[in-house]
């Protein structure tokens, strides 16, 4: 079945504790890409990457590292999480930029105190 | 990516059809118009694109008037598990995000 896992899928963290958080897909895609969604501020770009080694920056990228280094993974990692980094995360991939469909992931909850 | 508008919430039967309409006026010429929806908060999941002309698929149909400045999301049967926020979207040829407004809450009632 052709998907996007997430791992872990609820997180509760205390603010400056190192935590990665695991995007994994199976199509083969070659774009990858984190959003975080708030109350009132909807999904927002954190990261993307258009291919193995190859990562940019989304809209809201301070605060969050990525990194590309097999084309079906694409960790989002906090070196060191603050209370405002509190969020549901999504990654998503897609065959190419779009317009391709993009499947989404399940979500990450994350709660940092 | 051009601006796009929705109502806030929609309501509908169940059984019944549910258009859910938005507006995309200033939307150029290789602007898609795609829609997502969102139930409760799993990930979001696409549902149809189109450019120019109608689109239909397993999940819906999609309208797009002739000056390309609104559209339609038409569910024919609508479930309770319609039941979620849909998105429209805007997007251009090579983009590199969706840029997700507030959506339209539709409500399934039984």
């Known amino acids: 079945e052709a998907q996007v896992t997430q791992n872990p899928r609820y997180l509760i963290t205390v603010t400056g504790k190192k935590l990665t958080v695991t995007c994994s897909q199976n199509m083969n895609h070659e774009y990858m890409s984190w959003y975080r969604q708030d109350p009132g501020l909807g999904l927002r770009q954190i990261y993307y990457?258009?291919?193995?080694?190859?990562?940019d920056k989304g809209d809201v990228p301070e605060g969050y590292k990525v990194s590309r280094k097999e084309k079906r993974n694409f960790p989002l990692i906090l070196e060191s999480p603050s209370p405002n980094q509190t969020s549901l995360y999504f990654c998503a991939s897609s065959m190419g930029l779009l317009p391709y469909e993009q499947y989404f992931g399940p979500g990450t909850r994350l709660t940092v105190t | 990516d051009a601006k796009t508008t929705q109502p806030t919430s929609m309501d509908c039967a169940e059984g019944r059809a549910a258009n859910l309409p938005c507006n995309h006026s200033?939307?150029?010429?290789?602007?898609?118009v795609y829609w997502y929806r969102q139930i409760h908060s799993q990930g979001p999941q696409y549902i149809i694109h189109?450019?120019?002309n109608n689109e239909t698929n397993e999940m819906a149909s999609l309208i797009i008037t002739e000056d390309r400045k609104s559209s339609t999301l038409i569910l024919p049967h609508a479930t309770l598990r319609d039941t979620a926020v849909y998105y429209c979207?805007?997007?251009?040829?090579?983009?590199?995000?969706?840029?997700f407004g507030q959506g339209t809450r539709l409500t399934i009632n039984p």
């Open positions: 189109g450019l120019k």
């Open positions: 979207i805007a997007v251009s040829q090579g983009a590199q995000k969706l840029v």
């Open positions: 200033t939307i150029s010429g290789n602007e898609y």
């Open positions: 990457s258009m291919n193995v080694e190859v990562t």
